[in-house]
């Protein structure tokens, strides 16, 4: 079974361009989250979909935003890039049978590194 | 909010000794603790997890202890190898959001 699919896996942008990424989970897989890491703050939540809703949001700006299409995969947008949104984009999935509250294992993608200049 | 704190941020052994990196959690009500370990180039992956109706787990050469008192939770590794050398992630969570540790940067020295 495929894993986890990200891409582009690198990424370079100016600040004040916006950017999309792509994730594609594994089959079967309901639910998909994202995640922002940096070397100073680690793991933040930016959001989660499970049947092309999002049911989970973390405390990012609205110039974070997602989407989640009937096939289950998954894109992440950022626009007016920001030097501080370098980083390591981290999509995730799980298979969600419980429902939402149900905690799971999740399966992560190598990642999109997005460098801002 | 549920705040998850980690130590140490990087913990160097010898290859064969044992590693424990600590965990420690604020909201009383989280009942899923899972450990991901991130190798160089690739995303976290679950090693072990534990819920909160049980105090310790094992898998081979890893466990995890759990202390609702206290709240905080452990991973140990014994006997490590160099294939250990890793970033480990703590996680806490209710509801399904995960709250995330800063890391433990795990060296394995020959």
């Known amino acids: 079974k495929a894993g986890v699919t990200q891409t582009p896996r690198y990424l370079i942008k100016t600040r004040g361009q916006q950017v999309t990424l792509s994730c594609s989970p594994i089959s079967g897989h309901r639910s998909v989250s994202w995640y922002q890491q940096t070397p100073g703050q680690g793991l933040q939540f930016l959001f989660e979909?499970?049947?092309?809703?999002?049911?989970n949001k973390g405390n990012f700006p609205g110039r974070f935003s997602g989407r989640q299409f009937s096939n289950s995969r998954s894109e992440m947008n950022v626009s007016t890039l920001e030097l501080g949104d370098s980083a390591l984009y981290l999509c995730?999935?799980?298979?969600?049978?419980?429902?939402?509250?149900?905690?799971?294992?999740?399966?992560f993608g190598s990642g999109t590194q997005l460098s801002v200049l | 909010g549920e705040n998850v704190e980690q130590h140490p941020s990087t913990l160097s052994v010898q290859e064969g000794d044992s590693a424990v990196i600590k965990c420690t959690y604020s909201d009383s009500a989280s009942n899923y603790f899972p450990w991901y370990k991130q190798e160089l180039g690739k995303g976290p992956q679950l090693i072990i997890d534990i819920r909160s109706n049980v105090g310790e787990k094992k898998d081979q050469r890893i466990a995890v202890t759990l202390n609702k008192t206290a709240k905080h939770f452990s991973l140990h590794i014994t006997e490590t190898q160099p294939e250990d050398s890793a970033v480990y992630f703590c996680a806490a969570s209710k509801a399904y959001q995960l709250i995330w540790g800063a890391g433990t940067k795990l060296i394995i020295k020959p």
């Open positions: 979909y499970f049947s092309e809703t999002q049911r």
């Open positions: 995730a999935s799980s298979v969600a049978q419980g429902g939402f509250g149900t905690n799971e294992k999740l399966f």
